[in-house]
Nanobody, 116 residues
């Protein structure tokens, strides 16, 4: 019964910004606030890669390509996690997925396309 659902993807021009959202419903797994969350991305035919993670108390960690451009945040009261993406480039075009860390719970993803 646990699931996460992403939203907020779309088409944006290079240099633009986009904010993705992930709504969590963990059911019998327990409290959302007790799980670290992660954002990942995966293009067709390519291996999935991590964007970054956020701990239960709000500390964030990012892969190099995301540092300085992307920001992960969470709202435990709303059971939401966000990915703010700025200074987007065409190489950011792919599907972005939300993940409950240390579990097998993945969202199906939301598509981001950066193009002029």
């Amino acid at each position: 019964q646990a699931q996460v659902v992403e939203s907020g993807g779309g088409l944006v021009k290079p240099g633009g910004s986009l904010r993705l959202s992930c709504a969590a419903s963990l059911g019998s797994l327990g409290s959302f606030s007790e799980y670290p969350m992660g954002w990942y991305r995966q293009a067709p035919g390519e291996q999935r890669e991590q964007v970054g993670t956020i701990t239960t108390d709000g500390r964030t960690f990012y892969e190099d390509f995301a540092k300085g451009r992307f920001t992960i945040s969470r709202d435990n009261a709303k059971k939401m996690v966000y990915l703010q993406m700025n200074s987007l480039v065409p190489e950011d075009t792919t599907k972005y997925l939300c993940h409950v860390e240390y579990t097998s719970i993945w969202g199906t993803g939301t598509q981001v396309t950066v193009s002029s």
